[in-house]
Structures are given as C-alpha cells and as structure tokens.
C-alpha cells in the first residue's frame, strides 16, 4: 500500500467517523470497533486493498509514538498521594491483582501450549495482564456508576501497562538468555540496565522539568500555548536520553509522567486536552493497523488452544485475581464481577507485541503474538458490545444501595481524569 493511498484510508476513516460519532457513541459500537473493522475490512481478510508486514518502518514509528505518549500521559493523570490516600481498590488490583493475573495467566499458558519455557509462558502472562479501560469507556464514564469503582478501573488501567513493562522486559531476558552462563549474564545485565535507567531519567526529567515549567509560567515567561507543548516535549527528552545512555525510553516516560502529575499538576490540564485530541487519533491509527495488518498475518496461526487461551484470559485469568484481591473490602459479589469483567485487553497488549517481542530472540514470538492478537480481537467486540448494558445493570444495583450510606461502594473519592471522552450524564445512562 502507497503512502499516498494510505493517508487517504486514515482520512477517510477519521472523517467518516467523526460524521456519525455523536450519535454513535450512544450505541454498543465503540471507536475501536469500528476503525478494527475499518483495518479488517481493507486489508487482505476484506478488500485486500492493503497489505503492508508488520516490520514496515512507519507501523513501528506509529506504535513508538503511540506507546511512549500513552505511558506518559496515562501517568500524568495519575496523583500517586491521592492513589495512595483515597483508592484503596486500585490499589489492591495493581498490588495483588496484577500479580496475581501474570502468575495465572503464565500457568495456564504452560499447560495449553506445552512448546512454551516458563519464561516464554511469563512473557505471554505479561502482555496480556494491562487493562484498557477504554474498550469500554462507557463504563468508567458514566456517572451512575459509584465513583469509587468507575474510578478504580479508570486508574488500574492508567497505572497497569507502565508496571508491567519492566517485568515484560525482564521475562523476555531470562527467556532469551542461552545456555552459556555468559550468555545469561548479558541479557540479564542487559535487563537490569534497561528498568533501572529508563526510571532514574524519567523522574528527573518529569520533576526538573516540572519544576522550570512552573517557574516559567508563573513569572509570566511561558505562554498557555508552549507551557502545554512544552509538557509533551518533556516526554520526548526522558524517552530520548534514556535511550541514549542504555535505558528503556518508554520506562522513562511513564516515570516522567508519574513525576511530572506530582509536581505540577495544576499545569497538566493542557496534556489531558492533548491525550483526548491527538492521543486518541494515534490510538484509533494503531486499531486500524491491528485489524488491517495483524489480525490477518496472524490468523494462520489461530486454533482451538488460541481461542480457549483467549477465553480464559478475559473471563477466568482476570476474574479470580481481581476477586482474591479484592477479600476484605466487603464488596458485594455484583461490584466484584463488574470489575472482574471489565478488563478490557487492548492498546498495551498491541504495542507491546509490535514494539518488543517482535524484535526479541525468543522462539515462540509468532504463536505468542498470535495469541495476543485473538485474545485483543475478542475483547474489542465482548467488551465493547456489554459496555453499555453491563454498566446499566450495575447501576441499577448501585440504585439499591443508596440508602445504605455505609456501603462501601459508596465512599467518596476524589476523581482522576478520564484518557479518552466526556462524561455520560444519569439522564444518558
């Protein structure tokens, strides 16, 4: 597929959506069903009128791009005193939970594919534990739903894909690693360079960044216009000189990000505007891609242990974590399967497939990525389609609980911005 012809498919798909996003955002058909179903329906399973490889250059600067700004601005929106303080819910999913979903998912993998080392398994746990909470954005959205549990799946799929980036890292070291013990010792050192820089150049650029954007916006040296874009270049330097000195630049940024939120965070309203706008368009992009270009590479590898892995993945392997994680907060069993289902596999799970373990040396890289593929595709359409129902009948639950003000679904809470869309109104819901 031509360049040329290319930006006239990425218009086309922009506009013609846009056309009809007012009053298709009220449906089940979320934005990255459609644009999935747009890549589908041009690429070599549709019209076959694209068909770019997935080691294309500009696949992979579109997925650097998208990565490195979600991570960041993912970060950004999120006050780790706040986390700390008021979303004890949060807390827990990323603390037990998130563990919890990597161990089971790694089991599992050993049993239904038994051509996986454990550390191939691991790497499998890992790309598929990140959430995306905007698979079903009507659900983190709408306010009928409690606060403190829209809020705890807003902020779990914030802080998820940036933690589990350096064990992926490290899991993909131990499973690329040779027999040699020299062999063992580069990639491991290679791996610990890789989550321990990347960290150390975020925080510093975030918060001595922070610091001069600060100053210079309150001395009346910096304009609105270049205090917002000067906030995205903060990114750009933590991912670049991580890079440059033998880091993980994508670590870098959503360390910056975490930074940055802490120190100015007043200063960040201009990011969220950036991450609504310009954020969700490389995201859509990256859909586009993943239905044109990787679901149709890897649908020769599909089978009945891929479809039963997926399955799993998105019902059992998230659901049980979420409820041992969860023992003790006195939650009602509807609350627990609402934030057990709403796990939506998505962008993280893309990109981190497109970015690290198709450049890695592991030997089941294609069956892995495979699996990821269908396990993502699945979830666009589960997930998208009961966004909407799912979070109607739990707020007629939570509807029943209102004149218990001690519940614990109730507590208050104080917000964190949404990555993507506007809030849905009672009256919409």
Not at 10 to 35: D, K
Request: hydrophobic fraction near 55%; include cysteine; aromatic fraction near 8%.
């Amino acid at each position: 597929m031509s360049g040329t012809f290319a930006l006239i498919v990425i218009g086309a798909c922009v506009v013609g959506y846009g056309l009809v996003s007012n009053r298709i955002e009220r449906t089940a058909i979320t934005p990255p069903m459609m644009f999935t179903f747009a890549g589908l329906l041009v690429g070599p399973l549709g019209l076959a009128l694209a068909a770019p490889e997935i080691e294309h250059a500009a696949i992979h600067t579109l997925a650097e791009v998208t990565l490195m700004l979600v991570l960041f601005t993912d970060a950004a929106r999120i006050d780790v005193r706040t986390l700390i303080r008021d979303h004890n819910v949060p807390v827990r999913l990323l603390g037990i939970g998130l563990p919890l979903t990597i161990v089971m998912g790694a089991l599992l993998a050993t049993t239904l594919f038994p051509s996986f080392s454990i550390w191939e398994a691991a790497v499998l746990g890992v790309m598929l534990a990140p959430t995306d909470a905007a698979l079903g954005h009507a659900v983190v959205s709408n306010l009928r739903v409690p606060v403190r549990i829209r809020q705890a799946l807003n902020v779990e799929s914030g802080l998820n894909d940036g933690l589990v980036l350096p064990v992926l890292l490290i899991c993909l070291a131990l499973a690329g690693a040779s027999e040699t013990a020299d062999g063992t010792v580069g990639w491991i050192r290679f791996a610990v360079l890789q989550v321990t820089i990347g960290p150390a150049v975020g925080v510093a650029v975030g918060l001595a960044g922070g610091w001069l954007v600060d100053r210079a916006v309150s001395t009346g040296w910096m304009s609105d216009v270049f205090r917002d874009l000067s906030l995205i270049g903060l990114a750009l330097l933590a991912f670049g000189i991580s890079e440059a000195i033998g880091g993980n630049g994508f670590i870098a940024a959503f360390a910056a990000g975490l930074a940055l939120g802490a120190a100015v965070r007043d200063h960040c309203h201009g990011l969220y505007a950036f991450a609504e706008a310009e954020g969700q368009l490389l995201t859509l992009l990256v859909f586009l891609v993943f239905g044109a270009v990787l679901v149709p590479q890897m649908s020769g590898l599909f089978s009945g242990s891929v479809l039963l892995y997926g399955l799993l993945s998105l019902s059992v392997i998230r659901i049980v974590p979420v409820w041992l994680s969860l023992l003790g907060l006195n939650l009602s069993w509807p609350t627990v399967a609402f934030v057990g289902w709403f796990g939506p596999r998505g962008l993280a799970s893309i990109l981190f497939g497109l970015l690290i373990v198709e450049r890695s040396a592991i030997m089941s890289t294609d069956l892995i990525f495979s699996i990821v593929v269908f396990t993502v595709l699945m979830s666009i359409v589960a997930h998208g389609l009961t966004a909407i129902p799912g979070a109607a009948w739990y707020a007629r639950h939570a509807d029943t609980m209102r004149d218990k003000p001690d519940t614990p679904e109730l507590q208050s809470t104080s917000e964190v911005p949404l990555r993507f869309g506007s809030i849905i109104s009672n009256r919409d819901a």
